[in-house]
Antibody, heavy 118, light 113 residues
Framework: EVQLVESGGVLVQPGGSLRLSCAAS????????MQWVRQVPGKGLVWVSR????????LYADSVKGRFIMSRDDAKNTLYLQMNSLRAEDTAFYYC???????????WGQGALVTVSS | DIVMTQSPDSLPVSLGERATINCKSSQSVLSSINNKNYLAWYQQRPGQPPKLLIY???TRESGVPDRFSGSGSGTDFTLTISSLQAEDVAVYYCQQHYYTQYTFGQGTKLEIK
């Protein structure tokens, strides 16, 4: 069974940093593109970033480019999102998803809540 | 960025009736290479993460009931639920995965009338 479990969501002050993790199991993690999507509570879904299998290519939304860094450790079957220079508008649930070879998100984690507030 | 616009924002439908949700892309998501539309639909029930319903604009994901169907091509797409069930109450999102920055529609909240 495919499972994606996010962790690391906490309350952080504006300007601070945080790293989210996503532990993957039940599939060949190293063979799949992976993605982060966020959602402000009660609002819509927003694509954040995605990374290819192998980790040589990463794409980011303009809103996080230069502040967020996506990475993966295939030996640990874990995806990461390093979030720097955090702003109040980064407050959201962050979902880790697996991507099919053509780009739709076929599995989603339960989400991790990041709150940026003083 | 490609803008995905869904209509309506909110849709009250009686149990057993048809529900229709529209999604319009600001640019075509139809690939000239494989003649596929890079458009997916997701369902998000209250308190749950999103779940994939349909990909390639019209292909149901495994396990999705056949009352769900997708149609359309290019820039205009539709998600139809043929006979609304109580468990279909959710927010539905379309997403294009053709251009570099994937984008979602704003969501359509489906509720029981």
């Amino acid at each position: 069974e495919v499972q994606l479990v996010e962790s690391g969501g906490v309350l952080v002050q504006p300007g601070g940093s945080l790293r989210l993790s996503c532990a993957a199991s039940g599939f060949a993690f190293s063979s799949f593109w992976m993605q982060w999507v966020r959602q402000v509570p009660g609002k819509g879904l927003v694509w954040v970033s995605r990374m290819n299998a192998g980790g040589s290519m990463t794409l980011y939304a303009d809103s996080v480019k230069g502040r967020f860094i996506m990475s993966r450790d295939d030996a640990k079957n874990t995806l990461y999102l390093q979030m720097n220079s955090l702003r109040a508008e980064d407050t959201a649930f962050y979902y880790c998803t697996r991507l099919s070879v053509h780009g739709w998100a076929d599995y989603w984690g339960q989400g991790a809540l990041v709150t940026v507030s003083s | 960025d490609i803008v995905m616009t869904q209509s309506p924002d909110s849709l009250p439908v009686s149990l057993g009736e048809r529900a229709t949700i529209n999604c319009k892309s600001s640019q075509s998501v139809l690939s000239s290479i494989n003649n596929k539309n890079y458009l997916a639909w997701y369902q998000q029930r209250p308190g749950q993460p999103p779940k994939l319903l349909i990909y390639w604009a019209s292909t149901r994901e495994s396990g999705v009931p056949d009352r769900f169907s997708g149609s359309g091509s290019g820039t205009d797409f539709t998600l139809t639920i043929s006979s609304l069930q109580a468990e279909d109450v959710a927010v539905y999102y379309c997403q294009q995965h053709y251009y570099t920055q994937y984008t979602f529609g704003q969501g359509t909240k489906l509720e029981i009338k």
